[in-house]
Nanobody, 123 residues
Framework: QVQLVESGGRLVQAGGSLRLSCAAS????????MGWFRQAPGKEREFVAG????????YYADSVKGRFTISRDNANIAVYLQMNSLKPEDTAVYFC????????????????WGQGTQVTVSS
């Protein structure tokens, strides 16, 4: 069992930046491909970014490409989502998720999930 904990969400003005963190309670993230998803009120959960365990390749949704960066620290303790040039439409609860294998944009293919952290971008 992998318990994921996200942090870093808060209220920020449009154009601002935030860095979200995701760590596993009591263990490292070694061996897991990690993804960030988000869910806005009344909308389905959507893929934001992912980073592969085996080669470190990163993948992004078109809506965040060039503005968000996913990374993981060398000790595989945490995964980060650096969010720049934030827009009001980025407002959502952001979740990190883990799976074994390649990066997938399908939320159902991730086994472990955090509880989410709220990001609110004001205009």
């Amino acid at each position: 069992q992998v318990q994921l904990v996200e942090s870093g969400g808060r209220l920020v003005q449009a154009g601002g930046s935030l860095r979200l963190s995701c760590a596993a309670s009591g263990r490292t993230l070694s061996g897991y491909t990690m993804g960030w998803f988000r869910q806005a009120p009344g909308k389905e959960r959507e893929f934001v970014a992912g980073i592969s365990w085996n080669n470190g390749n990163t993948y992004y949704a078109d809506s965040v490409k060039g503005r968000f960066t996913i990374s993981r620290d060398n000790a595989n303790i945490a995964v980060y989502l650096q969010m720049n040039s934030l827009k009001p439409e980025d407002t959502a609860v952001y979740f990190c998720a883990a799976r074994v294998g390649f990066v997938s944009g399908v939320s159902a293919e991730y086994v472990y999930w955090g509880q989410g952290t709220q990001v609110t971008v004001s205009s």
